[in-house]
């Protein structure tokens, strides 16, 4: 329904409201981190413990990954694998 709504406006893409505003997020929770990235809610908390993965703090008990440290830590296993950016 929404979608659909989304769509009678005018808009051409088929993205509903909701992937929309989510594909727009800065910051994103640890586990969808994770996520983004192919592994799980543990291994993407090890990462941040770690400092592998970037985070910051935003209040006295949640932090969050700006994408452009998963972008940035993507990049860093590309070259680890030697891949360059016209490979990958």
Same mark, same amino acid.
């Given at each position: *329904? ?5 769509? *009678? ?5 088929? /993205? ?5 505003? *989510?594909?727009?997020? /800065? ?62």
């Amino acid at each position: *329904m929404i979608g659909q709504a989304y769509r *009678m406006h005018g808009y051409k893409s088929t /993205l509903t409201l909701g992937e929309d505003r *989510m594909s727009k997020e /800065l910051l994103l929770r640890v586990a969808e981190a994770g996520r983004r990235i192919g592994v799980g809610r543990s291994k993407a908390y090890e990462l941040v413990a770690s400092g592998k993965l970037a985070s910051v703090k935003i209040s006295e008990r949640s932090i969050r990954v700006p994408v452009t440290a998963l972008e940035e830590y993507v990049r860093r296993l590309e070259e680890e694998a030697g891949i360059t950016g016209e490979e990958a």
